[in-house]
């Protein structure tokens, strides 16, 4: 029969790959740190032991189930070469849990914590380590890694750019850029992804929690701050709400408390990033020239592409992010209407994504020589300011974003998941082309977690392929496959991140896939829950126009929303 024992309880394999998958489906959670169901098998950390009858101690991730099999998942020996395992991890590793960023959602700590370990037997390694301080969006802290290599395999497996490798040898090992570089100095996009699955705290976010504390007590200062989509359905899990509960109303709430002057919503630049990136695609439609039309939102994928698609740069969207085209507009025309210098105006944002640090400080995003956006916080940043205020997020009581860059609608809110933008500008394509509002404005094709998912829509007699594309290995084999002739889209949306913004590496800690799902239905819940749906319907975003850009694609509007790119 098709069975194995586990702990004496008969357990039926189904298709299983590993041992680890067995006794999870039966409710025995198996430590581990380098097993993750997304990247490649690897087996080094032999956290996840377990003692199999006749065989002895064996790594349950890298051993498949055979019928007949008994296996042991907490007898005396297993408990034992775990207690040594950690022991030897934590001998080598930094003890300095409590000023630590990962203090609290590090695997080891938690592990320490549930086996037990009181006393450490092995010296405490006494050299240390340079930290890595040169990019923009992280820090990587030598003095943390355990080795497990999950940092090396999401950079090269899942995105495609493999900066990340083991140097050195022996006792000597570390994860490093190759060469020992810094990781500003090697071609790292600032996903963030590598932290995101690192199980302790060698690499984390960029702590500038200090500098908005200082803009929010600098009496100089008109502190603005904007939200963005994929914020609104993951801070909650900082505070124990479940993935993908709406939290809009508490965040805005939130903010006002800690001390901004104005809160905005990032999805009113994302409507107005809708109607010019539309604009433009039709007029390529029409001259044939500059296809496929990539999307440009993303930060990490606009790096990626200058490094590795030089071929392809004039196909990118001109269009500057959301997050860029809103501080524009405050540095550029909101300020004059508060009688303000940009200088005047502190620009936050709260992001779900690393590589927005980064974005923000590019020289050209600039309105008379003052950066349009000053300062970027991750969602684990803001969560981290809303505890360290004392603010009970569960009880606040909720807000509405502030005008006027507070009216959203659907559109603008479903870019935080992976193909919503493309949907966005579907359910505007269509209606700019004919003069007609389309019917069926869910177009389900782009939504989910494939790995591309395509859409084929007419519009107005002329088939229109959409491609949608997350994580940049899967950006990196259509590249290809365009280059080679055997992909022929109109339009392509790119999102860096597995899931899209929703699964940004500034996002509360979670790297399975069922928190994005949930995650990603809050985003499309959000979306339903509109009454306005379709970017090119926001009143606000209209009058931005009339007063400020008078039509899409206009001079003012490139003047302001759109950029160039370099390699
Ligand atoms: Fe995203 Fe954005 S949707 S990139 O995922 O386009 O970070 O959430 O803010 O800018 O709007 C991130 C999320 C944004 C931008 C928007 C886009
Ligand atoms: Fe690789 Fe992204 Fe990490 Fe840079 S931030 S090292 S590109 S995974």
């Known amino acids: 029969k098709n069975t194995v024992l586990i702990d004496g309880q008969v357990v039926e394999i189904n298709g299983e790959k590993n041992i680890l998958e067995l006794t999870r489906k039966i409710g025995i959670e198996i430590p581990t740190f380098c097993y993750h169901s997304e990247l490649s098998l690897y087996g080094a950390c032999r956290m996840c032991v377990v003692e199999v009858e006749g065989r002895g101690i064996m790594a ?8 007949g099999m008994k296996i042991l998942t907490n007898s005396p020996r297993v408990q034992r070469v775990r207690r040594t395992v950690l022991e030897l991890l934590l001998a080598n590793h930094d003890r300095e849990c409590t000023t630590c960023d990962r203090n609290g959602s590090c695997k080891l700590q938690d592990l320490a914590n549930r086996f037990g370990v009181k006393k450490i037997r092995f010296g405490e390694r006494d050299v240390k ?3 890595d301080r040169s990019s923009r969006s992280l820090v990587r802290d030598p003095n943390k890694c ?34 020992k570089k810094n990781l500003a100095e090697v071609e790292c996009v600032n996903c963030g992804q590598c932290g995101a699955v690192c199980p302790t705290g060698a690499i984390v976010v960029k702590d500038e929690t200090d500098r ?60 107005l990033t809708v109607i010019e990136e539309t604009n433009e695609f039709i007029k390529r439609l029409g001259s044939g020239e500059r296809l496929p039309q990539f999307t440009s939102c993303c930060p990490g994928w606009v790096k990626f592409a200058e490094h590795n698609g030089a071929d ?21 025309y909101w300020a004059k209407d508060l009688g303000k210098k940009p200088e005047e105006i502190f620009v936050v944002s709260i992001m779900p994504c690393t590589a927005k640090k980064y974005e923000a400080a590019l020289p050209h995003f600039t ?28 009880r606040l009581d909720v807000e509405s ?41 869910n177009f389900e094709a782009v939504r989910g977690f494939a790995d591309r998912k395509e859409a084929t829509v007419e519009l107005d007699g002329q088939e ?62 959000a979306d339903k829950l509109s009454q306005i749906r379709k970017a090119q319907d926001n009143p606000m975003v209209a009058k931005f126009y009339e007063r400020w850009l008078k039509e899409p694609n206009s001079s003012a509007a490139h003047e302001a929303l759109h950029t160039t790119y370099t390699n």
């Not at 495609?160 to 570390?174: A, H, N, P, Q, Y």
């Not at 055997?486 to 899931?499: F, Q, R, S």
């Open 129 to 131: 380590l340079p930290l």
């Open 312 to 332: 392809f740069l004039k196909n990118l969207s001109s269009c500057r992010s959301p997050q860029q085209m809103f501080g524009s507009l405050v540095k550029k």
């Open 212 to 271: 908005a504390w200082a803009a929010i007590n600098d009496p100089t200062k008109t502190v603005v701050v904007q939200v963005a989509p994929a914020v609104r359905v993951a801070l909650g899990e900082e505070f124990g709400l479940p993935p993908g509960e709406i939290v809009t109303g508490k965040i805005v709430a939130a903010l006002k408390r800690l001390g901004f002057d104005k809160v905005f919503d990032t999805s009113i630049a994302a409507d």
């Open 401 to 441: 974003f502030d005008t006027p860059f507070g009216f959203t609608t659907g559109a603008g809110v479903i870019f935080g998941a992976t193909g919503g933008v493309a949907e966005a500008v579907l359910r505007a394509a269509h209606e700019f082309v004919t003069g007609q509002p389309i019917e069926q404005i």
């Open 464 to 525: 229109i392929k959409v491609a949608v594309v997350h994580g940049l290995g899967n950006a990196k084999k259509l590249l290809a496959e365009i280059r080679e002739g055997k992909a022929d889209y109109h339009l392509i949306e790119v999102m860096a991140c597995p899931g899209g913004c929703i699964g940004g590496a500034g996002q509360p800690i979670a790297s399975d896939r069922e928190t994005k799902r949930q995650r990603a239905k809050g985003i499309y819940n």
């Open 146 to 179: 355990i080795l497990c290599g999950d940092c090396v395999r999401m950079c090269a497996e899942v995105q495609g750019i493999g900066v990340l490798d083991f140097v050195g040898r022996g006792s000597k090992t570390v994860v490093a850029p190759a060469f």
């Open 367 to 394: 309105t008379e020589g003052v950066a349009d956006v000053d300062l970027v916080l991750t969602t684990q940043e803001l969560a981290r300011m809303i505890r360290e205020a004392g603010l009970v997020f569960d």
């Open 60 to 67: 349950s991730c890298s051993t498949p189930p055979t019928p």
